[in-house]
């Protein structure tokens, strides 16, 4: 999945599997985004898919992907693909954090 996500096509068909399906049903989706999301969240696609989580996603899937941002915030702050992940956090960020 993670290929599929780093695709220029692929990324949008699991964006739109994420805007549209209950996240309880493709959790297995979810799963492997969390799994790849080291090489995700710099991709120059994968990057989008790590940004729709946050948009889309619970407020549990949204606080696992800022724990693990939170660690190389600054290096991907400086990242062309990466700080776009890094401006999704702070702009969907659960009020919790």
């Known amino acids: ?3 599929l996500a780093r695709d220029v096509n692929g990324c949008r068909i699991v964006q739109r599997i994420l805007e549209r399906f209950d996240h309880s049903e493709i959790q297995f ?3 492997e985004v969390f799994k790849s999301l080291q ?3 710099s991709d120059i696609y994968g990057n989008y898919v790590v940004s729709h989580v946050l948009e889309f996603g619970t407020e ?3 606080t696992r992907i800022i724990e693990r941002v939170i660690d190389d915030l600054i290096e991907m ?3 062309k693909y990466g700080s776009n992940v890094v401006e999704m956090c702070l702009l969907h960020a659960p009020k919790s954090l």
């Open 60 to 62: 549990e899937e949204q």
């Open 77 to 79: 702050s400086l990242h």
């Open 39 to 41: 090489d995700l969240r």
């Open 1 to 3: 999945m993670s290929q």
């Open 29 to 31: 989706i979810l799963e």
